[in-house]
């Protein structure tokens, strides 16, 4: 039935699809404005838990304390870029096992909201975008034929798995989302949200309940929604929900009342303070949108980590700004599974309308320490190529390219020439505006293996300005000037998505004269935890930055924060898994969440790459809490 022409017109005697008693079958009363589930008026309780955030090990123990808090169904965005690395080539194993993580679900008795993507934000590494949708002027969130291609191929996979877990078809999935914020974004395509719904009921068929979410001012509802499909909005506890939902009812006046994101605290950034949303506000907000018979999502309800290179980034009106590590987001249910004071609070509010759980809250689980781990350094990171690349990590080509241009995904590239003629001192290197993307470490080395380096300066392309460092030493005709770029993430929200490049983009010159015969090089730096390096030849005093530390530790199988301050700004890993950036010199996040779900031995190597000064201490700690609200 086309309830586009039928809220157009605005008609009031009209026919509502059939209601269907007595099968398994979830569907939208527009009447009446509730979900039905078997026949049976329902809503929905639910809570944000993102898969890609906590290790597969660790997912059955959040949502059997979901399910402890009073919830009846539990939400996930899928992140794209999380399932594939190259165009064409997908992983669905491990922490990536989507159908694991749904029937887990179902085991658990929860059922599941799912937002499907293509798009999901998140402060998740281009909203969870494949980076490789940077590479050929793709129109993103439109009909653009190259993007809707790009699209409907991870569709064409994605969705049949999600078929047979259907709520309809005896799975957990009740309701699955098209687009994110739509309506906050500026393409505004009405023929896009179209096509994507037509893929989705072509894998998903015609009975599946699709949603949007979107921001709850009519404004925002034009460009994000369709008056078809079940129109839900978000906010938070500030908001007064009957305002909210009114605006929302403005738009699409029948149908359940949702709010898809309800937060619970907030995103946070580097060089921000830690964000706290009050347990009693949200409980207050909560019950009046649970007096009015609302569904409700809480945005999060399972903090995680932004593991590796996952975490986004926002691009303000005149600076770059960079999510942190921990999503713990000031969850009920902390980064690591604890169950706050808040997580309480909640539970008591939403048992005043739930059925109470069947089970009790389990305890939080045992954490680790060990103090004073004294690491080793291994000198700057220049000299381990072995460890770092191999053939198909390195390109050569006369001007420098960008990451996208290049193919390489995430984290760190390293771009060196030679010099084929003297510099006096005092000369600038400058590269064009937005030609870094996002902070550069600059060394000189005098040799081919780099053993002899000397560091130069770090550049920023923080608040969007033309970057030149001043180099107040003579350059030597055979010198490398090296420069190692870090990828902070990409853009995951607003019209900036689509206009970024990573590494090294444009020209750089050195006194003017254009640099060229370029190595690039992507570091591949999780291949150091695989081994105990050896001893560096030069002495690690006089090695430049970035400078590798390890040590081996040897400590119980249980979750534990690393606590490196005595560091200041670089990568972490446990072995080779990568437990993402530090940057204690800025905070506030101060430790790194280890959970106990990626070791399987009481023995690790510890790899720190520190890119910003020398350690004093070369001492960390683990402690058995996070630390993550400290500004240095
Ligand atoms: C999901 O759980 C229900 C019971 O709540 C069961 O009937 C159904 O078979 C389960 N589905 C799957 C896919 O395991
Ligand atoms: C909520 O639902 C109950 C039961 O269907 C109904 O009696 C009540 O009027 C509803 N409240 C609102 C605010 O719609
Ligand atoms: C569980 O951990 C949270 C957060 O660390 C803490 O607030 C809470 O008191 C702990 N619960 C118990 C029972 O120790
Ligand atoms: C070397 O190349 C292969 C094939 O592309 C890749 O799988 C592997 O991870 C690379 N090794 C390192 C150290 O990055
Ligand atoms: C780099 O410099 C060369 C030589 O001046 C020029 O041909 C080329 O267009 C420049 N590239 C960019 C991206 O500006
Ligand atoms: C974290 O490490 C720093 C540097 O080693 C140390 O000074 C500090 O006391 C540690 N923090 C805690 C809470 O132990």
């Not at 005149?318 to 249910?333: A, F, H, R, V």
């Not at 870094?436 to 130069?456: C, E, F, P, Q």
């Not at 105990?532 to 400078?547: G, R």
């Amino acid at each position: 039935m086309d309830l586009t022409k039928l809220f157009v017109l605005g008609c009031l005697t009209i026919t509502f699809p059939a209601i269907v008693i007595g099968e398994r079958n979830f569907q939208v009363d527009w009447e009446n404005n509730q979900f039905l589930k078997d026949g049976e008026p329902f809503r929905y309780v639910s809570g944000s838990f993102h898969y890609s955030r906590t290790p597969s090990s660790q997912w059955e123990d959040r949502m059997i304390k979901m399910k402890a808090g009073g919830l009846n169904a539990v939400q996930t965005y899928m992140m794209w870029n999380f399932h594939t690395q190259e165009e064409g080539k997908y992983d669905f194993t491990g922490d990536r096992d989507i159908e694991n993580f749904l029937q887990i679900a179902n085991d658990t008795g929860l059922l599941v909201v799912m937002r499907a993507g293509p798009y999901s934000c998140a402060e998740w590494e281009f909203g969870g975008f494949p980076w490789f949708l940077r590479q050929d002027d793709v129109i993103l969130r439109s009909s653009d034929p190259k993007y809707l291609s790009y699209v409907d191929a991870w569709l064409d996979v994605l969705l049949p798995k999600f078929e047979r877990f259907l709520y309809n078809n005896g799975g957990p999935i009740i309701t699955v989302q098209f687009e994110n914020e739509y309506g906050s974004y500026p393409t505004c395509d009405k023929a896009y949200l179209q096509h994507l719904v037509q893929k989705f009921r072509e894998h998903l068929g015609p009975d599946v309940v699709l949603f949007t979410t979107d921001g709850f001012y009519t404004s925002y509802l034009e460009c994000g929604a369709l008056k078809s499909e079940l129109v839900t909005v978000d906010f938070g506890t500030s908001t007064d929900p009957k305002e909210a939902f009114a605006d929302k009812q403005k738009f699409q006046p029948y149908g359940p009342l949702v709010n898809s994101e309800y937060y619970t605290g907030w995103l946070n950034q580097w060089g921000d303070s830690f964000t706290y949303i009050s347990a009693e506000d949200i409980a207050t907000t909560l019950d009046k949108i649970l007096a009015m018979n609302a569904s409700v999502n809480f945005y999060m309800y399972v903090g995680g980590t932004n593991f590796a290179y996952w975490s986004g980034a926002n691009s303000g009106d005149d600076e770059n700004t960079y999510d942190i590590t921990s999503y713990d987001y000031d969850s009920p249910i902390s980064e690591s599974g604890d169950t706050t004071w808040k997580y309480f609070v909640m539970k008591d509010t939403i048992a005043k309308y739930l059925p109470p759980p069947e089970i009790q809250v389990p305890d939080n689980s045992t954490k680790t320490s060990l103090k004073g781990v004294k690491l080793a350094s291994k000198g700057t990171l220049l000299i381990y190529f072995d460890y770092l690349a191999n053939a198909s990590d390195y390109q050569s080509a006369k001007y420098p390219k960008s990451m996208e241009e290049l193919g390489f995904d995430y984290g760190f590239v390293l771009y060196r020439t030679h010099l084929t003629k003297d510099y006096p001192e005092n000369i600038k290197l400058s590269f064009p505006l937005n030609g870094i993307g996002d902070r550069v470490t600059i060394l000189t080395a005098m040799s081919h293996n780099h053993s002899t380096a000397t560091y130069l300066g770090t550049l920023d392309n923080k608040y969007r300005q033309v970057q030149e460092l001043e180099i107040n030493i003579g350059l030597q005709k055979g010198y490398y000037i090296v420069l190692i770029c870090e990828n902070r993430g990409r853009v995951n929200y607003g019209g900036d998505m689509q206009n970024q490049h990573k590494g090294i983009d444009g020209n750089v010159t050195l006194n003017g004269e254009v640099l060229e015969d370029w190595d690039m090089i992507h570091l591949k730096l999780e291949g150091m935890g695989t081994t105990i390096l050896p001893p560096p030849d030069v002495p690690p005093s006089e090695a430049p930055v970035p400078i590798v530390y390890q040590a081996e530790v040897e400590m119980d199988i249980a979750d534990t924060f690393l606590n490196c301050t005595s560091f200041s700004r670089g990568v972490a890993m446990v072995d080779t898994f990568n437990l993402g950036r530090y940057w204690n010199s800025l905070g506030p996040q101060q430790t790194l969440y280890v959970p106990k779900g990626i070791r399987t031995s009481t023995k690790f190597i510890l790899t720190l790459v520190e890119f910003e000064e020398r350690s004093v201490e070369e001492m960390v700690d683990f402690l058995d809490y996070p630390i993550l609200n400290q500004l240095a």
